[in-house]
């Protein structure tokens, strides 16, 4: 966290009558207990209905499944997003990814546990983040997956485990990508340590945005090839699809 992150947070403590806006960055006198004021309170990006029943993001009309979940074939069950990937969330995890303001997990995990308990019908057996590599685990100083499956699990009572599945392959970044290169980036770049950890388990997969689905896919696909039963995911937010 950096000095004036800091001083935000010492300031918070001292004057809570007037502190930011989780969202939007401005000091207000009538913060919820979500962080929020209430203009960002009303007009969160939550998905809405209709919705593809495969990836989860708002279609046009009343589909079963988007054409870009026919052709792509994911190997995971179903995948929930709860809000849409606006600028203004696009901040919000990059402050919590990229600034170390973890302490936001506290409010987007329990956004993800809210939805689970309302959007989900799912039965699991266990809550697995999205690994990070060791070199970028250290560079971050968390995995933001790991935090955010915590508040999920504590409020699901579903027990998360973050050692079973690694990432083994130090990959370059995503962003700016597109779905082909996303794949083979990630060729090769997961493992499970412990195929019986998993083995005929129903696994709820965790990560912070879709947008291709090609990490989760593939993670989906090494749980699956270990044993496990079936695998569904959830992420705070979803993206467009990188075309092509």
């Keep these: 966290m950096n000095l004036s992150s800091v001083l935000e947070v010492i300031l918070d403590i001292l004057y809570p009558q007037d502190i930011l806006c989780i969202l939007c960055q401005k000091r207000h006198n009538d913060i919820d207990d979500k962080g929020l004021c209430p203009v960002c309170a009303e007009t969160l990006p939550y998905i809405t209905r209709p919705v593809c029943q495969k990836c989860g993001r708002t279609v046009t009309e009343d ?120 794949r083979q980036n990630l060729w090769d770049a997961f493992e499970v340590t412990e195929p019986g950890k998993v083995k005929d388990k129903i696994i709820l997969l965790v990560d912070d945005v879709f947008t291709t689905g090609s990490t989760v896919d593939e993670c989906s696909r090494v749980l699956l090839q270990a044993g496990a039963k079936r695998i569904y995911v959830m992420t705070l937010a979803a993206g467009r699809f990188a075309r092509n």
């Design 63 to 182: 589909t079963n499944i988007c054409m870009e979940c026919i052709n792509a074939q994911y190997h995971f069950e179903q995948a929930v997003p709860v809000f849409e990937y606006t600028s203004e969330m696009q901040r919000l995890i990059h402050r919590f990814k990229y600034q170390g303001v973890s302490y936001l997990s506290r409010t987007l995990g329990s956004w993800m546990a809210e939805a689970y308990k309302q959007r989900c019908r799912w039965d699991v057996d266990m809550i697995i983040p999205v690994p990070l590599h060791p070199r970028r685990e250290r560079e971050r100083g968390f995995n933001q997956a790991v935090l955010l499956s915590r508040e999920i699990g504590k409020s699901i009572n579903v027990g998360v485990n973050k050692s079973t599945l690694i990432r083994k392959k130090h990959t370059s970044t995503q962003v700016g990508l597109n779905k082909l290169q996303r």
